[in-house]
């Protein structure tokens, strides 16, 4: 007989989960930081454009971090915290380049790739176990993540 946690959920379903989300709140972690990184540092003839660009990103990852801490909550489960942790855990790493426009772009788009694929897998994850709250989060963030990626990538005319 299955283990249900507080919302009905298959238990260890939630677990798996929990973990993949906990691994996706650390590179949004360093996502985020990259991205304010980028807006105070950033310099050149883009700087304008770019800097608010910028900052409209990081207040949208914030959001996203802490939706996807408190689903982690919902599950059951505590949301890593610890800046540690998401170094360790984060596929996406420190950017050292924050003044270059162009770098600064192409990370984002790295950290976009990351992102968006770990979400697609807890997309799957999250449909198996009949979890829709985890499985809509996931989707309406892939698809305003995949704009974003056509449109930093048509500043850097790809």
Known sequence: MKTLNSIGLDAEKSKVLAEKLNLL?????VF???TRGAHWNIKGEKFFELHLKFEELYTDLI????EVAERILTLGYAPAHCFSEYERLSE???SQHVSDGVL???DILNSFRVVIS???EILTLSADAV?????????DYIRAQEKMVWMYSSF???
Request: no cysteine; aromatic share 6%.
């Open 25 to 29: 709140l650390a590179n949004y972690s």
């Open 32 to 34: 985020y930081q990259n």
């Open 63 to 66: 959001l996203k971090i802490d």
């Open 92 to 94: 996406i790493k420190e």
């Open 104 to 106: 600064s772009v192409k």
């Open 118 to 120: 770990l979400q697609r």
């Open 131 to 139: 979890d829709e709250g985890t499985n809509a989060l996931m989707s």
């Open 156 to 158: 850097l005319n790809r």
